[in-house]
């Protein structure tokens, strides 16, 4: 472990700084149950237990050491130790209990299908045949929050931090790794589908030249380029349809419209789940400042095999030969996330008990080190503990 710790924490300037962290790391990966800094100090064998306790609180809390360095030494560990097959954007649910907390707020939240009072993350990950590492993370902060500069300055919150729809929180962290860290780039994937936000997000993926495969609902509009085959041709040319809702679009594809279709197995659940997927080459109505013509893209529609009224909608530029390799990527993730509570729990990642937005970002900076490290243990590029 001490060479991860020395490759992915060197950005740190200070000595006791690695020290904590590597103290803080190894607690996340060891500490059963809730991973509080007593438990995580107790389990490091600290001479002075006390003093312990206080350095680590300190150094995740109150120390100025900047984590984007350190997430960008993450990354690059993984990625040039690993094959890195996506990027997937996930959202990240913190049930929290008061309002001190940054961030928090009552929202409601689809995949519950209820209000929670919580924190959201967005965290971009790096997907591997052996699952995904978190390398950096948006915390959304609500409008009650940013307007408050008495709960902005016990927070910490930096004055640059202001209002950002979800699309823009994307974008950004796709900045990072693509422009900022020089990651190579691979698809995107994102589920937008119960947002308003797929148009923007989609437009600027687009602008930014990145594949992508984002998930959208069954209204975002498109265009049909070709005419469908038994639908007045005549009346509109091809790009020059109107737009339609996917799930209209979906019912008027015909064979003549650049149709696509596979049968895709993915693992899923402990077993293997057979989707049917369909493309068909589409239009954007909105345009990009890069680009002055709709966008050509695919709209893909994918149900599982044993219950094909259950319709997904999804808009890529990829080729018709990578849709299938993604959207399985895509599907295993999502797998994953809805059971991946026991993964959460194991590396404290809803466990940080701080209220400040710098000691949310350390923690989560950490925890991405501890995703990073049980991953390439897995793949037996580390070492385990």
């Not at 729990?345 to 995703?371: I, Q």
Request: glycine share 8%; net charge positive; hydrophobic share 40%.
């Amino acid at each position: 472990m001490g060479n991860f710790i020395g490759k992915v924490f060197g950005a740190l300037t200070r000595s006791d700084q690695r020290r904590w962290a590597g103290v803080y790391l190894k607690g996340l990966l060891s500490v059963q149950g809730k991973k509080t800094v007593r438990k995580i100090v107790a389990s490091s064998g600290e001479a002075d237990p006390v003093a312990a306790v206080q350095s680590v609180q300190q150094f995740i809390n109150q120390s100025p050491w900047e984590w984007p360095e350190v997430r960008r030494a993450i990354a690059e560990y993984v990625d040039s130790r690993t094959e890195v097959s996506a990027w997937v954007i996930d959202n990240v649910i913190i049930p929290k209990r008061g309002s001190h907390s940054v961030g928090v707020a009552r929202r409601f939240i689809p995949q519950a299908g209820k209000t929670i009072n919580c924190q959201v993350g967005i965290g971009l990950y790096l997907a591997t045949d052996q699952g995904a590492v978190p390398v950096d993370w948006r915390l959304l902060i609500p409008d009650a929050w940013l307007g408050d500069q008495q709960r902005r300055g016990r927070a910490k919150i930096p004055d640059g931090v202001t209002k950002k729809p979800v699309w823009a929180h994307i974008l950004d962290l796709t900045d990072t790794v693509a422009r900022d860290w020089k990651l190579p780039p691979v698809p995107v994937i994102a589920d937008l589908h119960s947002t308003p936000d797929s148009d923007s997000l989609v437009n600027g993926l687009l602008e930014r030249g990145l594949p992508f495969l984002v998930e959208v609902g069954d209204a975002a509009a498109v265009s049909l380029t070709a005419p469908a085959r038994g639908a007045e041709a005549g009346h509109h040319p091809a790009g020059r349809q109107r737009p339609a809702r996917a799930a209209a679009v979906r019912q008027r594809v015909r064979s003549g419209c650049d149709l696509w279709r596979r049968t895709v197995s993915v693992p899923e659940g402990g077993g293997q789940q057979r989707y049917h997927v369909t493309s068909c080459a589409v239009r954007r109505p909105t345009r990009t400042r890069s680009d002055p013509f709709p966008s050509r893209l695919r709209l893909v529609t994918t149900s599982p095999q044993n219950d094909p009224h259950l319709t997904r909608y999804w808009l890529t530029n990829l080729p018709c030969d990578r849709i299938g390799e993604v959207f399985s990527l895509a599907v295993q993730h999502a797998d994953s996330s809805r059971n991946r509570n026991p993964t959460e729990e194991r590396f404290g990642l809803r466990d940080f008990e701080g209220r400040s937005f710098p000691g949310w970002h350390h923690h989560m900076t950490l925890v991405s080190a501890a995703y990073a490290y049980d991953l390439l243990c897995r793949q037996a590029v580390l070492s385990p503990l």
